[in-house]
């Protein structure tokens, strides 16, 4: 983990000079994460093309803002199989798509009792087999003048399937310029989406 916060260093000191890092603290008092777990409306560093259309880093809040109830709540995950249709996401799969940098992901297990229950189990963090760093696929809008993501998931491996029913998707780096292009067609690089990951329990 020290590895990939070490190669995470410049993107988050690229997120953390913006103008953007200081408006989330001024006007929503919201620092961004620089380091440990990034928890949903948390702000983190996120890679999506900038004004001349080439890679870029903003703080970005975690989750899309929705109505329920008269309340305001965050959907944070967009299942990739409706993306494409669903309302809520269909502008951001075509043309507002991001990448979500970080050394791990965190999944807690998942278990199903004899009733029927979900019970959580151990916490573990996942990530590609062999590589330091995790590229999260994502979506992105604007929010009152904010940048917000949702991560993107699919079905899980059958090694993670124990530990979880979904998984984020997650490319090699040298897919992230294809990615976020806004002129790209999303579904081209869903065929490159990596399977081969490495989970630990976590004992922090």
Not at 33 to 46: K, L, Q
Not at 187 to 203: G, L, N, Q, R, V
């Amino acid at each position: 983990m020290e590895k990939g916060s070490t190669l995470l260093a410049p993107i988050i000191d690229k997120a953390l000079s913006s103008k953007l890092a200081k408006k989330f603290q001024l006007e929503m008092s919201k620092a961004m994460i620089t380091e440990g777990e990034v928890c949903p409306t948390d702000v983190a560093p996120v890679i999506a093309p900038g004004k001349d259309g080439k890679r870029a880093v903003f703080p970005m809040k975690w989750g899309f803002s929705i109505q329920i109830g008269g309340k305001t709540k965050p959907v944070v995950n967009a299942r990739i199989e409706t993306a494409s249709s669903k309302a809520l996401f269909k502008e951001a799969w075509a043309r507002h798509r991001c990448v979500i940098p970080a050394s791990w992901y965190i999944e807690w297990e998942h278990q199903k009792g004899s009733n029927g229950k979900i019970t959580t189990g151990d916490r573990y963090v996942i990530q590609p087999n062999g590589d330091v760093i995790t590229w999260l696929c994502g979506l992105y809008r604007i929010e009152d003048g904010f940048p917000v993501f949702v991560i993107l998931t699919r079905e899980p491996t059958p090694e993670l399937a124990r530990i979880h029913d979904r998984m984020p998707v997650i490319l090699p780096e040298d897919k992230i310029d294809g990615w976020i292009d806004p002129a790209s067609d999303p579904t081209d690089f869903i065929p490159f989406a990596i399977t081969d990951m490495y989970a630990e329990i976590s004992e922090d």
